[in-house]
């Protein structure tokens, strides 16, 4: 973590506002992790609310996308260099490096996207995405369509920003088998034993990786897939697309048809998360000075959380299971339905 990283440099555009005469001395930064500022998943969406606070609060931007792992700290460091007066990092495997630089510079802010702290430093804000909720609808989703009564899953890593996806998923799976009667099974993901199909070495942006997993999935009978695994998930996307209309596959984080128009046939829906709506509001709340340790929570009753609409698929789920998506997303909401992970 130590390691000087090889960050691409900010183009000089991102580092001054959009408009120099509405803009304030208000620097927020962004850094990435190895996925990339155009991985089509939660990086982009997340600097999307760094843009949207630009435009929108007449601030200055900056922003680093790293390379490796090894780039997490050294970037960072960069954004304090930089003097910061909020820095967002993105992603669970920087919540080291983003606590280490918190506690060390206690008048910058920190936020960070898809991780919290047992016991955060006074300037560090989790943001947070209980996508158990959406992605348990979308395992009833995926049970309903299935034709081989087999679907299946896999994760870029086994973090608990990936793994809580899959537990929803394979809880909306065995939802519908409870409410219909059927078998419908789930591979490459076990809760009991919290074991599963994820991409060696951790690695997000291994798209081969990610293909060769949902072969695998594939092979063993799935014909619904649910990637989480940010840009490796398209290799979930290549497998349903080169399919023959045999396998579908699910996306995250973003709308996949909108983030991924060009797979928009093989995506009946996606879980996604408002990490936009997030960014920009920790980026308001530290300019305002109202900023707090207190974590977000996207859920399905504050819109943080939520579950896709089927686009092209509309027409191949049953008027039925709509009905009942939606009386289920009713009942999570209320708590009547409860949902683990």
């Not at 009991?192 to 092979?219: E, H, Y």
């Not at 509309?314 to 997303?329: L, N, R, Y």
Request: charged share 20%.
């Amino acid at each position: 973590m130590l390691l000087a990283g090889c960050a691409t440099p900010p183009p000089a555009a991102t580092s001054t506002p959009s408009s120099s005469t509405s803009a304030s001395n208000f620097l927020a930064c962004m850094v990435s992790d190895e996925g990339g500022f155009d991985d089509k998943s939660f990086n982009e969406t997340s600097y999307k609310g760094l843009k949207d606070a630009e435009s929108q609060l007449g601030i200055q931007i900056r922003e680093l996308q790293s390379q490796t792992i090894a780039d997490y700290a050294a970037n960072v460091q960069k954004m304090v260099e930089a003097k910061c007066n909020i820095i967002v990092t993105v992603g669970f495997a920087l919540g080291d490096a983003t606590a280490a630089s918190a506690k060390a510079n206690p008048d910058i802010d920190y936020a960070i996207v898809d991780y919290s702290y047992e016991a955060p430093e006074a300037n560090v804000k989790g943001l947070t995405f209980n996508t158990a909720e959406p992605s348990f609808l979308a395992g009833y989703l995926a049970a309903s369509l299935s034709k081989t009564g087999t679907v299946g899953t896999y994760g870029g890593a086994p973090y608990p920003t990936v793994t809580i996806f899959m537990d929803g998923y394979a809880q909306g799976v065995a939802h519908y088998n409870k409410q219909k009667g059927t078998s419908v099974k789930v591979v490459g993901w076990d809760r009991a034993s919290k074991t599963g199909s994820f991409i060696p070495g951790n690695q997000f942006s291994d798209v081969a990786g990610g293909k060769q997993l949902a072969s695998n999935l594939v092979a063993q009978g799935a014909d619904i897939i649910l990637p989480v695994a940010g840009p490796a998930s398209e290799g979930g996307l290549q497998v349903a697309a080169e399919s023959n209309g045999n396998v579908a596959s699910l996306w995250v984080d973003s709308d996949g048809v909108l983030s991924m128009p060009k797979y928009a046939s093989v995506i009946p829906s996606s879980v996604g998360k408002g990490m936009d709506a997030a960014v920009l509001e920790a980026i308001k709340e530290s300019k305002d000075n109202t900023f707090t340790n207190e974590a977000y929570i996207g859920t399905l009753a504050n819109g943080g959380a939520y579950l896709a609409p089927f686009h092209e698929w509309d027409s191949k789920v049953s008027d039925q299971t709509k009905s009942e998506i939606e009386q289920m997303k009713k009942d999570i909401e209320a708590g009547t339905l409860k949902v683990e992970s």
